[in-house]
Nanobody, 123 residues
Framework: QVQLVESGGGLVQAGGSLRLSCAASGRTFSSVMGWFRQAPGKEREFVAAISWSSGTTRYLDSVKGRFTISRDNAKNLVYLQMNSLEPEDTAVYSC?????????????????WGQGTQVTVSS
């Protein structure tokens, strides 16, 4: 029904930038797309979310002003532009699709997940 594929991860020095992409196939109308990250030994953490239809965005406090989530409805693509990266941002980043729900910051509200892409920020 729905498939999500992330790309764009890699190794970057502190202060650098990366742009992650998430390609979505299937039914994505009236949904929320989110980005989450998980560092080794830690639980999955909400990073950013966007409404597919309205473009409304939400962010983790620690990434506000540094990260920007956006979408291209025609191409079924969601992006996470990450600037001023810090070593603390190192994690596997995954995109997710919420078909229905209200808690955009909870991974349990999302129905589909991508495989994840590694982001490593060196100091």
């Amino acid at each position: 029904q729905v498939q999500l594929v992330e790309s764009g991860g890699g190794l970057v020095q502190a202060g650098g930038s990366l742009r992650l992409s998430c390609a979505a196939s299937g039914r994505t109308f009236s949904s929320v797309m989110g980005w989450f990250r998980q560092a080794p030994g830690k639980e999955r953490e909400f990073v950013a979310a966007i409404s597919w239809s309205s473009g409304t965005t939400r962010y983790l406090d620690s990434v506000k002003g540094r990260f920007t989530i956006s979408r291209d409805n025609a191409k079924n693509l969601v992006y996470l532009q990450m600037n001023s990266l810090e070593p603390e941002d190192t994690a596997v980043y995954s995109c997710a699709l919420m078909l229905s729900g209200s808690r955009f910051d909870s991974p349990y509200e999302y129905d589909y997940w991508g495989q994840g892409t590694q982001v490593t920020v060196s100091s």
